[in-house]
């Protein structure tokens, strides 16, 4: 059994695939380390090795391998930036800066795709990058996502304020809305939408109707009547990450 973790600014995404076929065996989301060895001492099997992702700081990322190491004796294969893998090519001007989410995504995205590809993440952050047909990434584009967009709103203006679960029924429709919580669930959709369509224009203007739409991350859903055409892959890092970090 292989632990994987997507580390990513809110959430841990975790699941446990088994060695030999890959299949996923157990799996979920969980807002803290401490939640995490709860989740994963639960399993009626422990995890031999694991491999992660973290978008988290260096010391932030090691207290957690350090915490699966003494937990659950666990080697962690940590994903580290680089310039090539699987025949795509990192466009950062300085590949090491480049958020080890959006690359084991377009790792992903690229693989599934089998050429160029258009790789959209909604999360805290969202993130589009574009790979050409012959693996070279152009680059991408990083906006808030709806968690932000959400809090940036509430945060800086007195009358705006509402609860989660009037959130959730706000976003039944994105019709105008009739109240603060309609109008600013749906504005902020509307905004992600927006976005996901001027990307699509974008690659359309570099490849003509010749790439493959991917989404991923938690909002994913929120995005898709913008996109069609797109394939939703919620586990489109993770799929990354195998290729990024092969254990043995
Ligand atoms: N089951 C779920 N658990 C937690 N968040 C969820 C779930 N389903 C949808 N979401 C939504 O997904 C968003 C968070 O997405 P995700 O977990 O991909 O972000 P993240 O990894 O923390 O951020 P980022 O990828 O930008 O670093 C939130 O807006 C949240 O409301
Ligand atoms: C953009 C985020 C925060 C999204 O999780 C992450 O990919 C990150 O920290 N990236 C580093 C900055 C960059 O990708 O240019
Ligand atoms: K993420």
Redesign the pocket.
Known sequence: MILELDC??SFIKWRVISAAEGAVVAGGIVDSDQALVAAVSALPAAPRRCRLVS?RSEEETAGLSALLAQHFGLRVVVAQPAKEVAGVRNGYEDYQ???L??WLAVLGGFHLARGACLVMDF???A?ADFVSADGEHLGGF?CPGMPLMRSQLRTHTRRIRYDDASAERALSSLAPGRSTVEAVERGCVHMLQGFVRSQLEHAHELWGDDFTVLLTGGDALLVQKAAPQARVVPDLVFVGLAMACPLD
């Open positions: 990513g600014n978008v800066r480049l958020g989410d959006r999360g805290t952050a993130k990083i």
